[in-house]
């Protein structure tokens, strides 16, 4: 996760989509057909399964971008996913994000059900973590308990093949930046995965509708913060969805922007895009950010309330 004052005032001085590589002008969305789907699909998502997908990456130990570990992590995401159902594809390429540190080499993972049709809404996560000099920084909560929901969001998913085939699943690597953040478009350090990729998706933004970006969400002192300047229609939605399963206590808005994964598909991609985290957390990039501090629960409010959220905007009425 990240968070960046002085890069918030950079972002607004550019007026965010302004600098650097412009995008080009917003296109008219496609066409949408609601699908069937149950709308009880929200109750199969388990905590208990996401919390075994978050364990097993902190098994891995630290997850920086090119590192061993992190291949490791990547080759658990992928089979997970395949047994799933889905058809999985490794963005690849190379950056260097620290300039006199040398080439890094970076790995999304894209995962589309398949079925014929044009994917409508993007759920992402960031899959590495940070390099910490003397610290042996785990990561549990930030970047792992995104990860292990994704991939339990990708299980329920496919029992309901027509509401799956709506879903682009992307995990990001380099979003962690290495010394200091950039920014959506300057860079280069930090949310490189993302940037990567939504500079990748411009020409075929107009089919999505939105996107949401799952980060820290495992807390157990679960309070998620959306960032000040969330798009209004997507986080009432995701307020209505948590005050249908009585569970509006665990949301609300932070105080500020946050620079997040979300932020490259809304000024590059020109996408509606949401961060879904939980700031408050005290163990943020320290050795304390360990298994011990999330909870079942958590993920499974995160977890559920999300798909409640789905159901409404995306499935047939």
């Not at 620290?98 to 894209?110: S, W």
């Not at 496919?158 to 699943?169: I, K, R, S, W």
């Not at 300047?229 to 939605?237: E, Q, R, V």
């Amino acid at each position: 996760m990240v968070f960046s004052i002085r890069w918030l005032a950079i972002l607004a001085a550019c007026g965010l989509a302004a600098c650097g590589d412009k995008p080009k002008p917003t296109e008219p969305q496609a066409a949408f057909t609601p699908v069937a789907v149950s709308p009880d699909l929200w109750k199969e998502f388990s905590g208990e399964k996401a919390l075994a997908h978050v364990r097993t990456q902190v098994e891995f130990g630290p997850r920086p971008s090119g590192s061993s570990a992190l291949e490791k992590a990547r080759q658990h995401i992928l089979s997970t996913l395949a047994a799933s159902g889905w058809e999985t594809e490794r963005q690849e390429f190379k950056e260097t994000p620290v300039p006199g540190r040398g080439e890094t080499a970076f790995t999304n993972l894209i995962a589309r059900f398949p079925k014929p049709a044009a994917q409508r809404v993007i759920i992402g996560s960031h899959y590495d973590t940070k390099v910490m000099n003397g610290v042996r920084f785990l990561g549990a909560n930030d970047g792992g308990s995104s990860t292990g929901a994704l991939l339990e969001l990708a299980r329920v998913l496919a029992t309901a093949p027509a509401f799956a085939a709506q879903f682009e699943l992307v995990f990001f690597d380099g979003e962690e930046a290495v010394v200091s953040f950039g920014s959506a478009e300057l860079g280069p350090d930090g949310l490189v995965g993302s940037r990567h990729y939504a500079k990748s998706i411009r020409d075929r933004a107009q089919q999505y509708k939105f996107a949401l970006v799952w980060d820290m969400i495992g807390d157990k002192d679960l309070t998620v913060t959306l960032p000040s300047d969330s798009p209004k229609n997507l986080a009432g939605a995701l307020f209505t969805a948590a005050d249908q399963l009585g569970l509006r206590r665990n949301f609300g808005y932070y105080g500020q922007q946050i620079l997040d994964d979300h932020v490259p598909l809304a000024t590059l991609a020109r996408i509606p895009a949401m961060d879904i985290i939980d700031f408050d957390y005290p163990a943020w990039h320290t050795s304390g950010d360990t298994l011990d501090k999330l909870s079942v629960e958590s993920l499974e409010i995160v977890g559920r309330v999300t798909l409640k959220m789905l159901i409404s905007e995306l499935g047939a009425k």
